[in-house]
């Protein structure tokens, strides 16, 4: 069966530091993976979304930036974190338009 | 690009009774689908129910349904002898040829006794 993991589920980190989120998908092959965060009260914006290896497409301008060194691997970084970064950090996968799985998400919280 | 609009930022149902949830969309695409996600306080993203456009029946999950009307682009959910554990966040959402999923604002229902 197809299953997402995603962690750390929390994480507390200074300003200026940097940021490493990894997210891994099981039983399926060459999904497409998604970042998406989601501030306090508010809905879920996707940040990058990536259809391969190596190809990813940034949403939204930011100190943010996102890699696919696997298939099944996707990774949401920073080097330097900003106040404003702090939020709930979702992945998701899908295979086809009609299902979407999310991991059970990363709350960041930058101090 | 394509949006998705939640007018009700609040919903509040009596146990047992009924609810709808509003959402619109705005696409140029005439192949896509629709969602509705449950979010908990736990925050996990759960689906609710989903839409193919082409498909002219509205979706039916026991006791969640949908209105789904193409032409007004609107995409209400029905939930119907509501309980406790129905409380949460609901989140409407489009995908269509792009494959990203675009989420509207939420709505929070309250479920009282």
């Known amino acids: 069966s197809q299953t997402i993991h995603q962690w750390p589920a929390t994480l507390v980190q200074p300003v200026g530091s940097p940021l490493s989120l990894e997210c891994t998908v099981e039983?399926?092959?060459?999904?497409?993976l998604y970042w998406y965060r989601q501030a306090a009260g508010r809905g879920l914006q996707l940040l990058f979304y990536?259809?391969?290896?190596?190809?990813i497409s940034s949403e939204v301008p930011q100190n943010l930036s996102a890699s696919r060194p696997q298939d099944r691997q996707f990774i949401l970084s920073s080097k330097k974190l900003l106040l404003s970064d702090s939020g709930f950090y979702l992945c998701a996968w899908s295979v086809d338009l009609g299902g979407y799985t999310f991991g059970s998400g990363t709350r960041l919280t930058v101090v | 690009a394509q949006t998705v609009t939640q007018s009700q930022p609040e919903m509040s149902v009596q146990e047992a009774e009924t609810v709808t949830l509003s959402c619109t969309y705005d696409?140029?695409?005439?192949?896509?689908?629709l969602f509705w996600y449950k979010q908990p306080p736990s925050r996990q993203m759960i689906l609710v129910i989903r839409q193919e456009a082409y498909k002219q029946q509205n979706a039916t999950e026991n006791r969640f349904s949908v209105n789904f009307q193409k032409a007004a682009k609107s995409f209400s959910l029905k939930i119907s002898d509501s309980q406790l554990g129905d409380a949460a966040m609901y989140f409407c959402a489009f995908t269509g040829t792009a494959s990203k999923l675009t989420f509207g604002t939420g709505t929070r229902l309250q479920v009282t006794l």
């Open positions: 039983g399926t092959s060459n999904p497409n």
């Open positions: 696409t140029s695409e005439s192949d896509y689908y």
């Open positions: 990536s259809v391969g290896i190596g190809q």
